[in-house]
């Protein structure tokens, strides 16, 4: 949803200051010398060109970060989280265990709840169990499309560009909200965080999330109680997926709201709140929206965006991933899965990939696969790569206001 972020009540304590707009950059300094008899000008009163294509690569020369490294200790306790995580983990008979394991094998999933727990065996495992618990309900790899395409069609949650660490950055407009509050707003919501996660370059493991206020009411603004449900949701099901939050054109009537929401958010959470900041300071300018003082002149046209999302992040009609291999889980394979390679890219890219002998005929078995490994050999292999709530909380009794789907995680 698009504004639970609330300042810490150290560094925040005062308002944030109702600077709505200054986050664009509106320069038009015109010459102070009289005009002679010259031509009009060709570029004070011509619009630049835009384009409806979105970022879906960091700037060339980024370089990913923070890059976590881990020390043997750490790789014991990793080790010990995934063992437990397996142990409780769905019977191969389920229709979801082996989405259950992949997501328990991508190679970010146990390092990030590794470090939301602080190192703590027992919080950790408190952690992983519940988030296990709301999958198997929510289903995230299995939202398909078309149940919220409708929700895009304003574009109140839009995944475009990169920040400077080559995070994914996800521009959220509460004054677009275009449905009725509904659990289809929540599912959106998810659905968009892991098209995010999709896009993160190898080694990134957050996003970035600009809250842009500038058309929104009262009306449009998502209630405090909805808000700390989805706050709850992300903060623990989404755990270190956050790197920044940034409000911008807050509006002091909204003061209110954020200071309502404050005590449900996590104190790292709201160390990564920031209202109207220089946004060129995080942001490469050939990365950042026009709107927010950069040089990029997107113009949101939904069809076009949706196709691109759907394409580059290879989903299939019915949720799933193309050209992805999802093993089938036998008795004896229950502790001993592959891990998964997906593979990204645009359709016309794989193509090239395919013409150019580098991708394996897929007839050939699990090709789409690397190395087999058991999860915990991945486990320990891999390098980080990109990627306690209510129990038993029901999709049916979420209520939400969109894009006040902001998100996150700790």
């Not at 709505?20 to 015109?30: F, L």
């Not at 995070?167 to 009725?180: A, D, K, L, S, V």
């Not at 996660?197 to 970035?208: C, F, I, N, Y």
Request: hydrophobic letters at 30%.
């Amino acid at each position: 949803m698009s504004i639970f972020f609330s300042s810490s009540k150290k560094e925040n304590t005062e308002s944030p200051p109702n600077t709505a707009g200054t986050t664009k950059s509106t320069s038009s300094s015109k010459s102070s010398k009289p005009k002679k008899e010259s031509a009009p000008s060709q570029t004070e009163d011509t619009p630049k060109q835009g384009t409806t294509k979105i970022q879906t690569k960091p700037a060339p020369g980024t370089k990913v970060g923070p890059i976590h490294e881990y020390d043997e200790t750490q790789k014991e306790f990793m080790k010990e989280v995934k063992e437990y995580a397996l142990s409780i983990s769905l019977p191969p008979s389920d229709p979801y265990a082996k989405w259950e394991r992949r997501w328990l094998n991508k190679p970010d999933t146990i390092p990030r709840y590794s470090r939301a727990s602080k190192w703590h065996l027992q919080d950790a495992k408190k952690r992983i169990k519940n988030t296990m618990e709301w999958r198997r309900e929510f289903k995230p790899e299995l939202i398909v499309p078309d149940e919220v395409k409708i929700e895009d069609e304003s574009g109140k949650i839009l995944i475009n560009g990169f920040d400077k660490d080559g995070r994914p950055i996800i521009y959220m407009r509460p004054g677009r909200q275009n449905t009725e509050t509904s659990p289809r707003q929540l599912r959106h919501l998810v659905w968009c965080l892991e098209r995010a996660k999709d896009l993160m370059p190898p080694g990134q493991e957050s996003l970035v999330i600009i809250v842009d206020y500038k058309t929104t009411t009262l009306r449009t603004n998502p209630s405090i109680s909805v808000a700390s449900k989805v706050l709850t949701i992300l903060q623990h099901h989404y755990v270190e997926t956050l790197g920044r939050a940034i409000v911008t054109n807050l509006p002091l009537l909204l003061n209110f709201f954020y200071k309502g929401i404050s005590p449900f958010l996590d104190p790292v959470t709201r160390d990564k709140m920031r209202f109207n900041p220089d946004l060129l300071e995080l942001i490469p300018s050939s990365q950042l929206e026009a709107e927010f003082g950069g040089e990029y002149e997107y113009e949101f046209d939904h069809e076009q965006y949706w196709q691109q999302i759907i394409e580059t992040c290879g989903i299939a009609p019915d949720g799933t991933r193309v050209n992805e291999v999802v093993p089938e889980l036998g008795d004896e394979e229950a502790g001993n899965v592959e891990p998964i390679a997906l593979e990204k890219g645009t359709a016309e890219e794989r193509e090239e990939k395919q013409d150019a002998g580098e991708e394996e005929d897929s007839e050939e078995g699990d090709s789409n696969t690397s190395t087999p490994a058991t999860a915990v050999d991945a486990l320990e292999s891999a390098t980080p790569a990109a990627e306690d709530v209510v129990k038993n909380l029901r999709v049916e009794e979420m209520s939400i206001s969109l894009p006040s789907e902001t998100m996150v995680a700790a």
